[in-house]
T-cell receptor, first 113, second 113 residues
Framework: DAGVIQSPRHEVTEMGQEVTLRCKPI?????LFWYRQTMMRGLELLIY????????DSGMPEDRFSAKMPNASFSTLKIQPSEPRDSAVYFC???????????FGPGTRLLVL | DQQVKQNSPSLSVQEGRISILNCDYT??????FLWYKKYPAEGPTFLIS?????DKNEDGRFTVFLNKSAKHLSLHIVPSQPGDSAVYFC????????????FGSGTQLTVLP
């Protein structure tokens, strides 16, 4: 079975540009989570969805960040406009109904110049 | 305020010996705990978990111990192998939190051949 799929794996962009990160959760999973990992703050939850509905976006750092889940098999995290301090590794994770365990994708390493 | 703390950023162990990774938490509402392993350029991989109704859970070479009164859990790896070298994250969730995980900052384990 395919795990959580994220694209792109690496993204280099210039400050002010729009960045879109993509995630395909494991089929059948009803929760989807977006995390950001930095040296300073570690692994922090940005937003999560249940059955495609955003439940808690309190971790989203600013209005520049937005996330959508148009269907059960696809989610996006958008940063517009991007800033150098957004440079980090962004992970997507999903979990199956009734279980606590989250399964992570390989991450997208974002560098904003 | 960190609700999940891993106070040792790094640990070195000789191959074949026991590795003990520690984690402390402050939120008494946490009732489910997980350990994840992370290799460079990969997403965190679920390793083992424990519910608060137990004080020990074992899976092969990996055992997690939970001391609720001390709000402390530990991961034992016996025997340690060079392939175990990775960053280990402790995570916790609270009942009714819709599976939000709070992560510790991680411990880099190096198993020396």
């Amino acid at each position: 079975d395919a795990g959580v799929i994220q694209s792109p794996r690496h993204e280099v962009t210039e400050m002010g540009q729009e960045v879109t990160l993509r995630c395909k959760p494991i089929s059948g999973h009803d929760y989807l989570f977006w995390y950001r990992q930095t040296m300073m703050r570690g692994l922090e939850l940005l937003i999560y969805f249940n059955n495609n509905v955003p439940i808690d976006d309190s971790g989203m750092p600013e209005d520049r960040f937005s996330a959508k889940m148009p269907n059960a098999s696809f989610s996006t995290l958008k940063i517009q406009p991007s800033e150098p301090r957004d440079s980090a590794v962004y992970f997507c994770a999903s979990s199956s109904p009734g279980l606590e365990t989250q399964y992570f994708g390989p991450g997208t390493r974002l560098l904003v110049l | 305020d960190q609700q999940v703390k891993q106070n040792s950023p790094s640990l070195s162990v000789q191959e074949g010996r026991i590795s003990i990774l520690n984690c402390d938490y402050t939120n008494s509402m946490f009732d489910y705990f997980l350990w994840y392993k992370k290799y460079p350029a990969e997403g965190p991989t679920f390793l083992i978990s424990i519910s608060s109704i137990k004080d020990k859970n074992e899976d092969g070479r990996f055992t997690v111990f939970l001391n609720k009164s001390a709000k402390h859990l530990s991961l034992h790896i016996v025997p340690s192998q060079p392939g175990d070298s990775a960053v280990y994250f402790c995570a916790a969730s609270a009942f009714g939190s819709a599976r939000q995980l709070t992560f510790g900052s991680g411990t880099q384990l190096t198993v020396l051949p």
